[in-house]
């Protein structure tokens, strides 16, 4: 069996590359058909009955408690699942187990050519559809192994020791449903739960060499019919692959995602992912680009003036490497107090500078490296948060009325203006900058 290193995630190398999803094996296969994989420490396998297959997926049962054990707190950390959300009506999902209610069908990915066995070993998987249900689930399977680990059934003791070690306890799970495990009448309860997952049929979609592209499509393909996902997420799936790697110094800088909540204390250097493609794009676009499903859904690519092949060629790590120590730079600059961090930060703003830059420097007109270069020259003319006279920007912006005018791109297109002219070596006002800013 061949060896391969693993990746900074910790999963395993599977055929000839490194992924970090799964290997799937299967019984009977050998090293001699040109078959290795190498098996993550302490990984439990997770034996599944084909009932149909397709090219590219199959259509499986497991067990539940198959399923459940095979599970490992990475799989809640998948990048791009939007993270687990509150949801009271999967507080009931232990009844449908015990009176044997068929669940919807979980979708997982792997990394493996299908075979034409009838029965497949799964080492690891990414779950594309299915968390919340699968968080929950995993749970209470959790809860009931401390309790009989400890031999202790106090509710209170077992519940307050596994708080501590799971973030999103609270979020996921039914207070009443978690005491009810600890009564022995309850007819599912923390001593015959296992015995009740083994005896709960699952059905999976497990789909098979998808590309990063293709599980985030087929992501949003299964999604579309549940609760809407967040636009920021959708939009941060598009370009996730830009900051899987550390690209810049985790000291100074930090990209939030939208399923990290909301921030109540911005620090410098903290920005949101959606926030920096918004600003990379409207430099890129010499105008204020905005977060919309446009961008996002048109012939699944993302949409800018910039031809799709431009943008690829433009958008790699060290642009946006480069592009965030200078953001960096030009907050410390501008980021004096927590009224100029919180502006500066907004999409708005971020829009409206970006693009006032890009229009000074001509940047359609110039390459990645010639535009990085010319917008350090705009940030070393910009002194501090009083080149902007936010004081003043914010008795205008006070003055605004939404029943008139669209705020947002009034705010973004000033911002613009008001940037152009400060590079420019002119003094704007804030008053002139949404004057015009209106009748554009």
Same mark, same amino acid.
């Given at each position: ?33 040109? =078959? ?9 396998? +997770? ?20 399923? !459940? ?10 990048? !791009? ?7 009271? %009506? ?7 187990? @015990? ?9 997982? @990915? ?14 690891? %998987? ?8 699968? #968080?929950?689930?995993?749970?209470? #399977? ?16 077992? =519940? ?10 609270? +979020? ?25 997952? &083994? ?43 830009? %900051? ?13 995602? &939208? ?12 920005? +949101? ?29 993302? @949409?800018?003036? #910039? ?40 999409? =708005?703003?971020?829009?409206?500078? +970006? ?23 705009? !940030? ?61």
């Amino acid at each position: 069996m061949k060896k391969g290193s693993s990746t900074r995630l910790g999963w395993l190398y599977c055929g000839r590359k490194a992924w970090t999803t799964a290997c799937l094996l299967t019984e009977g296969e050998t090293e001699d058909k040109g =078959t290795w994989y190498v098996i993550p420490k302490n990984c439990i396998m +997770m034996k599944l009955k084909i009932l149909d297959r397709k090219e590219g997926w199959i259509l499986a049962k497991v067990s539940l408690l198959d399923y !459940i054990e095979a599970l490992s707190e990475q799989n809640f950390n998948y990048d !791009i699942q939007r993270g687990i959300v509150n949801n009271p %009506f999967l507080d009931s999902i232990l009844d449908a187990v @015990v009176e044997k209610k068929s669940l919807p069908p979980i979708s997982l @990915v792997t990394q493996k050519k299908e075979s034409s066995s009838d029965v497949v070993e799964i080492c690891s %998987f990414n779950i594309l559809d299915g968390l919340q249900r699968t #968080y929950r689930l995993w749970i209470y #399977y959790k809860l009931a192994e401390l309790a009989i680990g400890r031999h202790n059934f106090d509710y209170k003791a077992i =519940t307050k020791e596994f708080r501590n070690t799971c973030d999103k306890y609270t +979020m996921a799970v039914s207070p009443r449903q978690v005491r009810n495990l600890f009564k022995k009448e309850n007819s599912i309860n923390v001593w015959n739960l296992k015995d009740k997952y &083994s005896a709960f049929d699952l059905y999976m979609y497990i789909w098979m060499d998808l590309t990063t592209e293709e599980e985030i499509k087929q992501m949003l393909i299964l999604n579309a019919g549940q609760k809407p996902m967040n636009l920021n997420h959708q939009f941060e799936l598009m370009y996730m692959r830009l %900051f899987e790697e550390h690209i810049f110094d985790d000291d100074k800088i930090k990209i939030l995602r &939208s399923k990290d909540g909301k921030v109540t204390q911005r620090i410098i250097g903290n920005y +949101m992912m959606s926030s920096v493609i918004i600003g990379a794009l409207s430099l890129l676009n010499m105008k204020p680009m905005r977060l919309s499903r446009d961008m996002i859904y048109k012939d699944s690519n993302v @949409v800018s003036d #910039y031809s799709l092949p431009s943008v690829e060629d433009v958008f790699t790590t060290n642009f946006i490497q480069t592009f965030l120590c200078l953001l960096f730079k030009l907050d410390t600059k501008i980021s004096s107090d927590k009224f100029a961090s919180d502006w500066f930060a907004k999409d =708005t703003t971020l829009a409206g500078i +970006m693009a006032g830059i890009g229009v000074h420097i001509n940047s359609i007109n110039n390459s990645p490296s010639e535009i990085l270069q010319k917008m350090e020259f705009c !940030i070393e003319k910009i002194h501090s948060a009083e080149d902007f006279s936010l004081m003043e920007y914010t008795k205008v912006y006070d003055g605004l009325s939404g029943a008139k005018i669209n705020i947002g791109m009034s705010v973004r297109k000033a911002v613009m203006l008001y940037t152009e002219y400060l590079l420019d070596g002119k003094h704007p006002s804030w008053i002139m900058a949404f004057d015009m800013s209106m009748k554009k």
